[in-house]
């Protein structure tokens, strides 16, 4: 499992929430599920989805995100992503930051994302 180019939107002064994305790649031969995210920099981190209900835009918690062997799940603006809440480092353009994903079967996945501006 690896994270490809995961990055943090920069988010405005006084925001205390912020949004990461990137490329989640199964390389195993077995399926795999991702259960948890955490970073040692944000209070909380969890996944999310936002889907479009009726012309609304929604967002809900993702429980259980499953990845079949090979393939690749997308983390971007408009649908699945990562909510990063309550920063405790200061968020600047360039400043990398950890993440940890959880699995299912207890496994863990190290990666750092890089704050930008899109």
């Known amino acids: 499992m690896t994270v490809r180019e995961g990055w943090v939107r920069l988010p405005p002064p006084g925001v205390t929430m912020a949004a990461g994305y990137g490329e989640i790649h ?16 944000f209070g909380d981190v969890s996944l999310h989805e936002t889907t479009l209900v009726d012309g609304v835009s929604r967002m809900r918690a993702v429980e259980r995100l499953p990845i079949a062997p090979g393939a690749s799940v997308v983390l971007k603006p408009g649908g699945l992503h990562l909510m990063l809440m309550q920063p405790e ?21 190290d990666a750092t994302l890089v704050v930008r501006t899109r």
């Open 89 to 109: 480092v200061a968020l600047g353009v360039g400043r990398t930051l950890p993440l940890r994903l959880s699995l299912e079967d207890g496994g863990k996945v």
């Open 26 to 41: 199964n390389g195993c031969r077995t399926p795999v599920t991702v259960v948890a995210a955490g970073s040692k920099a």
